[in-house]
């Protein structure tokens, strides 16, 4: 509807625009050639007077113009010399136009003329019947009321088609949400036309779209299980320690055991919390958290923490720059945590040294940063590695120890925050676990 | 003087748990269900602390917050949320509270966290101070060195940092978490003991040698740096 009204008062303009440039032109012209005649005519009269104006309009009326309307007046009752059908007395006027001719002529026709004073008594009339223009007006008119009703045609008509099509390619991509919404993730828009125009282009992002939604929903159906599955051995424990507190007659004793269910609260905290963050990590909620800090900074901080909890054990924990990383965007609160992961599992599974490096790699994608803690104990082998970075992964060595197991899935959650990646790599000997990041401005 | 509390929490046993808590530290309480209430009661101005839950029925925490820092309330506010992110963290500390603390919690570090709350009011009016003086240890903080019974004490610099944060809290409770939070600038628990190592090097250091113990470990809360010998 718009768009018919549209293109229709485009083209009223337009014509419009043409009929009125037209008329003006016409009349423009007539006025011009009205006032040369008068001008001849005038003429005339300053060379020879009286007889030389009469010979004038003679020889004007010789050359057969049709839409001549001249005349002379001297005072008396009807002109003395003329041309066509005029009036029996006039007054001096400026152009206009007017049906000439007295009562008595019924032929008066439209006119276009001036009459001018060229002495006291003597006046000269110059005008042109304007019937032949009118006529070709009249056909223009005609020419112009039929652009009109073909360009509202042609308009109304191209405007359906566009309709048409745009709501056809929009109703596809509209059917494949109305799907995905009665319950189907997995309806994807169909690409018709090979994927080159905008509707297509369209549809290809709102795949996209629903690409990442199912995963979300894959995390979370993932997460509920994870939850509901590994909560339930901490819970277990909680409530035998509780029920074996009750039981205590024995003060101290049953004071004793309260304080390990208040242990093993805590424990289930962490691990919701940890959940919780990974899944927050990964639905990219708090990626509004960055700030420009310089990497190198974050390593040493975590030095500062761990360094006499390292000594203790008998580990000597050193930080390593390869090379001087400018401020970047990151988000140091996670990085911390992810980074004080690894370092807690070198610390735990590690041997005697533990370096956090900072390093910098050229990659074909542009360059990177690496974050790593490299220890020298045992390491991981190589085919075990995708299953220590599975949520709750714990490897069969370190089944017996705390934790939850979901420690290297937040640092994997929080390097993808970063648009990096999480990778356990041999330290010859010992293991090399690095968080690249892509480097950004 | 007694000192009044507000608590301003919907949730019946939370709210019993602080009020009985802080009852025995020697706290008077108010206690307020909802938004609207809370609102009303804190407009009266005569708490030193207000304890107050985000998520409240009709008016949400972070409004009456709004509300009574427009009226140019100063109370004191210690938000209690389980919302607990970084962002509603900055939320809630932008909208005019003094401290956030995410549930659960335990008590210990509620009274400890309060405790700082209100000895940061009380000495709001002095003058910076030049030193501490926490019963014969002396800190010298525009020189930032350390002395204890007139003998100087060699400290690393974040052994300084950690002597200077218990002493600005001197008898009063000082948790692990206060100390990741104000020293280290991290809000996350690293589940091992680490803060617990770098306060054993402290105390090694400060106590090695003289008689007093000056640096208490409070179980079940964390530290507490003072010249009388009560452990609590």
């Keep these: ?441 | 003087m007694t000192r009044k509390m507000l608590i301003i929490e919907d949730d019946p046993a939370v709210s019993a748990y602080i009020a009985k808590g802080f009852a025995e530290a020697g706290f008077a309480i108010d206690v307020a269900g909802d938004g609207r209430d809370g609102l009303f009661l804190a407009s009266e101005g005569v708490h030193d602390l207000i304890v107050m839950d985000r998520m409240l029925p009709g008016m949400d925490g972070l409004a009456v917050l709004k509300a009574l820092r427009a009226a140019a309330i100063l109370t004191p506010v210690l938000i209690l949320s389980a919302l607990d992110s970084v962002d509603d963290r900055i939320a809630g500390l932008r909208g005019g509270s003094d401290d956030y603390l995410t549930k659960p919690f335990s008590f210990a570090e509620l009274l400890a966290r309060a405790e700082a709350l209100l000895r940061r009011v009380d000495a709001a009016g002095d003058a910076a101070p030049t030193n501490l003086i926490v019963g014969d240890l002396e800190i010298d903080l525009l020189s930032r060195t350390v002395k204890r019974a007139g003998r100087p004490i060699r400290l690393v610099a974040r052994e300084y940092t950690l002597l200077e944060f218990l002493a600005r809290h001197a008898g009063q409770v000082v948790t692990r978490t206060m100390m990741l939070e104000k020293i280290w600038n991290y809000h996350f628990d690293p589940g091992t003991n680490v803060v617990d190592v770098h306060v054993g090097r402290l105390r090694r250091k400060i106590e090695d040698g003289f008689d007093t113990p000056l640096l208490h470990t409070v179980r079940g809360a964390g530290y507490r740096l003072s010249g009388d010998g009560i452990v609590s």
């Design chain 1, 1 to 441: 509807m718009l768009t018919t009204a549209l293109v229709f008062l485009c083209n009223l303009g337009v014509l419009g625009l043409l009929y009125g440039q037209l008329r003006d032109d016409a009349l423009a012209r007539l006025r011009d050639q009205v006032a040369a005649q008068a001008n001849d005519l005038e003429a005339a009269w300053r060379d020879d007077g009286r007889a030389g104006l009469t010979r004038a309009i003679a020889d004007m009326r010789a050359s057969g113009d049709a839409a001549l309307v001249v005349a002379a007046y001297d005072g008396a009752r009807a002109p003395f010399a003329q041309v066509g059908t005029v009036p029996v007395r006039v007054e001096p006027a400026r152009f206009a136009i007017a049906a000439l001719g007295g009562r008595m002529d019924d032929q008066a026709r439209d006119t276009g003329y001036e009459v001018r004073r060229v002495d006291r008594d003597m006046l000269i009339l110059s005008g042109r019947l304007i019937d032949d223009r009118q006529q070709m007006q009249h056909a223009l008119e005609r020419a112009l009321l039929w652009s009109a009703l073909l360009s509202i045609l042609l308009g109304g008509a191209g405007a359906l088609v566009i309709v048409v099509y745009v709501s056809r390619r929009l109703r596809v991509i509209a059917a494949a949400v109305d799907r995905v919404s009665a319950g189907d993730i997995r309806q994807r828009a169909a690409i018709v036309s090979g994927g080159t125009d905008a509707f297509d282009g369209l549809a290809q992002r709102v795949n996209m779209m629903l690409d990442r939604i199912e995963r979300l929903l894959d995390e979370l159906r993932l997460m509920t299980d994870g939850f509901a599955h590994d909560l339930r051995s901490p819970l277990a424990r909680l409530r035998a320690k509780v029920e074996r507190a009750a039981e205590e007659a024995d003060a101290p004793a049953a004071v004793a055991a309260m304080d390990a269910a208040l242990l093993e609260t805590d424990l289930l905290m962490r691990m919701l919390t940890t959940l919780l963050q990974i899944g927050r990590a990964e639905a990219l909620a708090d990626q509004g958290d960055l700030e420009r800090i310089a990497p190198s900074s974050i390593l040493e901080e975590l030095a500062d923490l761990y360094e006499p909890l390292a000594q203790d054990a008998g580990v000597a924990l050193s930080v390593k720059a390869d090379a001087d990383v400018p401020p970047m965007p990151l988000n140091r609160e996670m990085l911390s945590q992810a980074l004080s992961n690894l370092i807690d599992n070198a610390l735990r599974y590690g041997g005697t040294k533990i370096v956090l490096r900072l390093g910098v790699h050229e990659t074909s994608d542009g360059r990177r940063i690496a974050l790593a803690v490299e220890d020298n104990g045992p390491g991981i082998a190589p085919d075990q590695r995708s299953q220590a970075l599975r949520r709750f992964g714990k490897l069969d060595s370190a089944r017996s120890g705390p934790g939850a197991g979901l420690g290297l899935a937040l640092v994997e959650a929080v390097a993808r925050l970063h648009g990096g990646h999480l990778s356990l790599e041999d330290n010859g000997p010992g293991l090399a676990a690095l968080i690249f990041l892509p480097m950004r401005q």
